[in-house]
């Protein structure tokens, strides 16, 4: 049996900790990245996708590129909006400054509706945005990592759809696929982009994305090319296609290693009901929140139901500093965030709680992390 050298827990917003099976199905021989027995892993993987993502409808296209979750932002900047189109985008923390950033590098306009720390924008906030321009797309950050914030991508999504039918709905779920409910059919979402190391818990290094038949024909029908070589749907698209259809086909070297890593999460996640997982994830949560809620600590995200289900983003107490308390964690064997929001960086610290953590009790992680804080939060106030 494989078993992972003594380590301390990694409870961080990704990476986060992994299962024996996904790292020992790294160690696998080299293949050809276009000989039969890989083409069908990479085959398997991107139909196993269809799953993770609550998707039927034979029109949507999973993807896989080697990259992080910031090449999904490249794609969709390059892909789906030309250059001077416009692009809402909802802020609920440092992703969206980044995603608004990565689409004005392609020449589309962003313009940002922001709501303050721990909020996010209302509806009629939206509704009124989404009337006052031609959007080409909505983006939306499903859970902001620097806030610990969760969009309703569901409501959002309803919303665009009644005022402003054309504009494609994009989500930023790298924080948030695997670990909260997503239906990409049921909600009409039309690209969920994610990465490989949070809480589809494999290493990092693959661009995840799910796009849906209008986003393709969105694309289809550019006037402008593509603004990247490597981030190209032309270039991708029948990659994809083909490996699904298990034909060997190249643009780009993918990594056969991530891919059997993908392979083996994804066959332990989509072996259960994605409902379940979806469940554990809240019940866990909630536990976590009313326990750093006993120890006097509070969310950055006040209302219930915008407080993310993969981790916690809490206030430091008064008097209590981040490099006083990170390392008393450390000396217990769990490893926590720091805060991620510029502006207000030092006065707050993130728990991530996602995968193996969640999903495999046996393993202690939640409570050793939780006694471990509430020692370390003692020992800073002696
Ligand atoms: C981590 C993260 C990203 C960036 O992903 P990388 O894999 O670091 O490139 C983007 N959006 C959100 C919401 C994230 O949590």
Redesign the pocket.
Known sequence: MFAQASHPTLLI??PIEFDDAVLTAMSHPSQSHVGAPFVQTFGETLTMLRKLFLTTDASAQPLVVSG???LGWDFVAANLIEPGEDALVLHTGY?ADSFADALSTYGAVPTQLKAPIGARPTLEQIEAALNEKNYKIITI?H???STGVLSDIKAISELARRVSPDTLVVV?G??SVGCEEIRFDDWCLDVVLT?S??AIGVP?GLCIMMMSGRAIETFEARKSKPGSYFASFANWLPIMRNYEAKKPSYFATPSPQLIHALHTSLTQITALPMEQRFKQHYEVSRYVKKSLEDMGLKQLASEEAAQANGMSAVYLPEGITAPELLPKLLAKGIIFAGGLHKEIATKYFRFGHMGVSVTNGDLGHIEKALSALKESLEACKK
């Open positions: 917003p990704g992080s979750g910031t992703f950050t859970t902001d990592t930023d790298v924080c990465a190391q949070k990092a």
